[in-house]
């Protein structure tokens, strides 16, 4: 059914970029129709090491909806020129690439950034050049108070344990005294979203029988999920990325512990709820995990996914959408030129209705830099051999 819908949208998005080809080039570099020159905009994430098959799926979405976007014409008749770096998660190679984005290719404002480590480092660059960052993945430190020249994608991750906790809640109402487990990928990121779950359970009275860390450099999670099993929880809650998340859930399997574990926004909607089809995985998603939907934006999310030839569902494609997306509308209201400071300005008057493609508005103020404020889950229904959505825009929350 949805290879059936994707090659539709393709053969629309066909026909409407012949019919737009006299006007415009299509691509991301060129000069406008309008003349003076084009928009520079960068994006700096992993391509290349250990989480580049998210980076990759990041940078196609951050391209797609530019492509797209140039393809009818640009930004107030300006074409968006996207400079893409590459910074293998090594923090040092991206501190270095944002510095030459910003100071050599004079962009207004850079996107990516897989992994918060990267993000923190180069949110000093963006201070000192006046430039936005926007970061598919942020500690808590860069967000409260409010950086002035950093951006979150979307909700921050410390705030994901407030929808986490509350779909883990719901699904253990029947226990009078339910057993959580908390098991993380340990990012600074992720560290807080740990806290906010440890908060949140030693509130409601409940059991934290495990609390488990896996190192940055690890690659399955077997000695964790030993551990959260032998402690026979009624709920997991935390933060693992797909192949981790695959590992876990393969764990329990095997021990024939039939509990939930309830995923963060790090975990994909392909390579995690799809290649498991497990009905005791939960995913958050605050961005959309499958493009579908008859809304304007979500029409276009699904033309530029098939402009690009990219599946929409492709791992951290819509963070990057979603993050070129929140840009472009900064650079929209900023008009042309626009230099990073400049859209700085504007992105703190951001309020954007994404008819779907985020879960709520896309908000910016001058006090607060994360995108949405709230998130949905998807989960797999076996009696329908589809996802489906569990439970629809939970507010966000840290604890406190």
């Known amino acids: 059914m949805y290879q059936a819908r994707f090659t539709a949208v393709l053969a629309v998005a066909v026909v409407t970029s012949v019919t737009l080809a006299a006007c415009s080039s299509g691509s ?24 580049s098959l998210n980076g990759v799926g990041q940078r196609d979405g951050y391209k797609a909806y530019f492509d797209y976007v140039n393809s009818k ?30 100071t050599a290719k004079k962009v207004s404002a850079v996107g990516g950034y897989i992994l918060s480590n990267v993000c923190g480092a180069a949110a000093t660059i963006a201070a000192t050049n006046k430039v936005p960052i926007n970061c598919g993945s942020l500690a808590e430190d860069l ?4 950086k002035p020249f950093v951006y979150s994608a979307a909700i921050s991750q410390n705030m994901e344990a407030g929808p986490i906790f509350n779909m883990g809640k719901t699904l253990v109402a029947d226990k009078p005294a339910p057993k959580a487990a908390i098991i993380i990928f340990a990012s600074a990121a992720s560290v807080s979203l740990q806290q906010g779950l440890e908060r949140y359970v030693k509130s409601a009275g409940w059991n934290l029988v495990a609390n488990q860390s896996v190192p940055l450099t690890a690659t399955d999670v077997s000695a ?5 099993i032998a402690a026979k929880p009624d ?11 695959v590992s876990m859930m393969r764990a329990l399997k095997a021990a024939n ?3 939930p574990f309830v ?11 799809l290649a498991l089809k497990d009905p005791n995985f939960y995913l958050l998603s605050a961005k959309t995990a499958d493009g579908v939907g008859d809304t304007q934006y979500l029409k276009d999310y699904q033309a530029a996914a098939a402009m690009a030839g990219k599946d929409p569902t492709t791992p951290f494609f819509n963070t990057g959408y979603v993050q070129a997306l929140e840009i472009g509308e900064g650079l929209k209201k900023c008009g042309y030129p626009c230099d990073g400071a400049k859209l700085q300005t504007t992105l703190d008057t951001l309020d954007v209705d994404t008819q779907g493609v985020t879960s709520g508005n896309v908000t910016y103020t001058a006090s607060n830099h994360e995108a949405v404020h709230s998130a949905s889950f998807y989960v797999w229904d076996a009696s329908k051999n589809a996802a489906v959505v569990a439970a629809k825009d939970l507010p966000e929350g840290d604890g406190k």
């Open 257 to 259: 512990l039939s509990v």
């Open 28 to 51: 991301s570099s060129g000069s406008a129709s309008g003349g003076g020159g084009d928009y520079q905009v960068g994006f700096n994430s992993d391509l290349s090491g250990k989480y």
């Open 263 to 273: 995923d963060y926004d790090g975990a994909t909607y392909k390579s995690g709820l």
């Open 235 to 245: 709920v997991i809650m935390g933060s693992l990325y797909d192949p981790l998340a």
């Open 224 to 228: 964790q999920a030993a551990t959260i």
């Open 73 to 102: 014409g640009g930004i107030n008749g300006h074409k968006v020129n996207v400079n893409v770096t590459d910074d293998a998660s090594d923090v040092t190679r991206g501190t270095t690439n944002t510095t030459q984005l910003m």
């Open 143 to 146: 967000l409260n108070p409010a």
